[in-house]
């Protein structure tokens, strides 16, 4: 099953605007992995945050972490074409990974509108 | 730096056959991990190697196997080929363990078993 779930599916929004897609996890996590998917840069690293951190930056992402709630947040300001790509959250169990490795969401599809 | 490449990019095989696939890790780095990508199941974790020994294991069955050399490079082989084995196969490799650290993905085998 899958540990992470992202919300929306998907997402369209007019370039320049801010998108925000979500996160959520069922067990305890030693980090959550933001990447991004799109046919021609292939699956991209964009932010790791640790489970005793609450907000990181990168640019024009801003990823929030709220252990209590599981949940976490990825926010991409002022965006652009190039952003357009599926968005996927991805965590490591506390328990050191083991058995389950790394974790994928389903991930949210964004489209830029120009 | 050169990123992670995979070969072969595509390959199609019928039911029973076996496939190897192969992945070269960014120079320096000592962990390579496998995924399976699908659109039913999306991104699952298959394997991970460090220093030529599998560290952590996702849920799969034996007939997924993989190994790594002493330069870092990875080998993954799938035996007794099923319908279902059909999907897009992504290695990542990363200076140190795969799961608390940033992962550099290849571009990925897509293999069609018939």
């Known amino acids: 099953s899958q540990q992470g779930e992202e919300d929306p599916q998907a997402l369209s929004i007019q370039e320049g605007e801010n998108a925000t897609m979500n996160c959520s996890y069922k067990t305890s996590i030693n980090n959550l992995q933001w990447y991004r998917q799109n046919s021609g840069r292939g699956l991209v690293h964009l932010i790791l945050i640790r489970s005793n951190e609450r907000e990181k930056h990168s640019g024009r992402l801003r990823v929030t972490l709220d252990t209590s709630k599981k949940s976490s947040?990825?926010?991409?300001?002022?965006?652009?074409?190039?952003d357009t790509a599926s968005y996927f959250c991805a965590t490591v169990l506390n328990s050191g990974g083991g058995a389950d490795g790394l974790t994928f969401g389903k991930g949210t599809h964004l489209i830029i509108q120009p | 730096k050169a990123g992670v490449t995979q070969t072969p990019r595509y390959l199609i095989k019928t039911r029973g056959q076996q496939v190897t696939l192969s992945c070269s890790p960014i120079s320096g780095h000592r962990s390579v991990s496998w995924y399976q990508q699908t659109p039913g199941q999306g991104l699952q974790f298959l394997f991970e190697y460090f220093s030529e020994t599998q560290r952590n294991k996702g849920n799969?069955?034996?007939?997924?196997?993989?190994?790594?050399?002493?330069?870092s490079r990875s080998e993954m082989n799938v035996s007794t080929l099923e319908l279902g084995d059909s999907a897009l196969y992504l290695c990542a490799s990363s200076l140190e363990q795969a799961l608390y650290n940033e992962q550099f993905f290849g571009p990925g085998t897509r293999l069609t078993v018939l």
């Open chain 1, 73 to 82: 947040s990825l926010l991409i300001t002022a965006s652009r074409a190039a």
């Open chain 2, 60 to 71: 799969f069955p034996g007939r997924f196997s993989g190994r790594q050399f002493s330069n």
